[in-house]
């Protein structure tokens, strides 16, 4: 692919899962790959993999690190590293800024730092995974879907203020998703997510089609589109579905 071909392309947590995928494929494609993610030796094992460059840690301050192993231009940002926080609005106030912090201000100090660059020189793609929860909601995990509606958000607000710039956002929204964090979802992820599940190649797959095909949302699962219709057309239908297995999970916990 041409978008992507000797591009210098940072994946943060892209030690396994959806990151794992993502740095793989672009790999495939001839770029050349930064792999972050918190655990070192998960980095450094898929960057041996795929020819690519581990920089471990903290995804919200790796773009500097990143940006020098590549020689200094980053031209792909994948801003996938996320946190799957579960609870309601209960949840003790350390979860919900944990989440906060991962899931959005990641990408806030992301994009802060690599806009200045980008728009110099009137290029620059940044890809966010966000999650099906950010379009609509997931039962039994508030913290998880307030902030990554605040990731679609900010991937939104990033398009409609700096495309006329060069630079290119796009949105990954998968729904399930045969990873640990689904793993970790317990019977509400069995519920809701776990018949549909895809594999985190699939997400890599329809993110590179997406680039190509120069597109804001990507939908790995292309019915939450009919989904989101429908929230945006009858929020109350909607809500009331959204209820009725909420009360389903409530009876069968």
């Known amino acids: 692919m041409g978008a992507?071909?000797?591009?210098?392309?940072?994946?943060?947590?892209?030690?396994r899962g959806v990151g794992a995928a993502l740095a793989r494929r672009f790999a495939a494609e001839g770029a050349r790959v930064v792999v972050n993610d918190l655990d070192a030796d998960r980095a450094e094992a898929v960057a041996?993999?795929?020819?690519?460059?581990?920089?471990?840690?903290?995804?919200?301050?790796?773009?500097?690190?990143?940006?020098?192993?590549?020689?200094?231009t980053v031209d792909v940002y994948c801003a996938n590293a996320g946190l799957g926080s579960g609870g309601s609005q209960a949840a003790p106030e350390d979860v919900w800024a944990r989440a906060w912090d991962v899931?959005?201000?990641?990408?806030?100090?992301?994009?802060?730092?690599?806009?200045?660059g980008w728009l110099e020189r009137g290029a620059g793609r940044f890809v966010s995974t966000v999650s099906a929860a950010g379009l609509l909601t997931m039962i039994g995990a508030a913290p998880y879907s307030v902030t990554k509606h605040g990731a679609y958000a900010f991937?939104?607000?990033?398009?409609?203020?700096?495309?006329?710039?060069g630079l290119k956002v796009h949105a990954i929204c998968p729904q399930g998703v045969r990873t640990d964090m689904l793993a970790a979802a317990g019977s509400a992820g069995d519920l809701?997510?776990?018949?549909?599940?895809?594999?985190?190649?699939?997400?890599?797959?329809?993110?590179?089609q997406g680039i190509a095909e120069d597109r804001f949302l990507i939908l790995p699962h292309p019915e939450v589109a009919e989904y989101?219709?429908?929230?945006?057309?009858?929020?109350?239908?909607?809500?009331?579905?959204?209820?009725?297995?909420?009360r389903t999970w409530e009876a069968n916990p």
Not at 106 to 114: D, F, G, I, P, Q
């Open 103 to 116: 899931n959005v201000m990641a990408h806030v100090r992301a994009a802060h730092a690599l806009l200045p």
């Open 192 to 208: 809701v997510l776990e018949p549909t599940a895809i594999e985190p190649e699939d997400v890599a797959d329809a993110l590179l």
């Open 48 to 72: 041996d993999e795929i020819g690519g460059i581990a920089v471990p840690g903290d995804a919200a301050t790796t773009v500097a690190a990143a940006r020098n192993a590549l020689g200094g």
């Open 155 to 165: 991937a939104e607000w990033l398009s409609l203020t700096y495309r006329h710039r």
């Open 228 to 246: 989101y219709r429908t929230r945006a057309a009858d929020p109350d239908r909607w809500l009331s579905g959204m209820n009725h297995l909420q």
């Open 4 to 15: 992507v071909r000797d591009a210098g392309v940072v994946v943060t947590g892209a030690g």
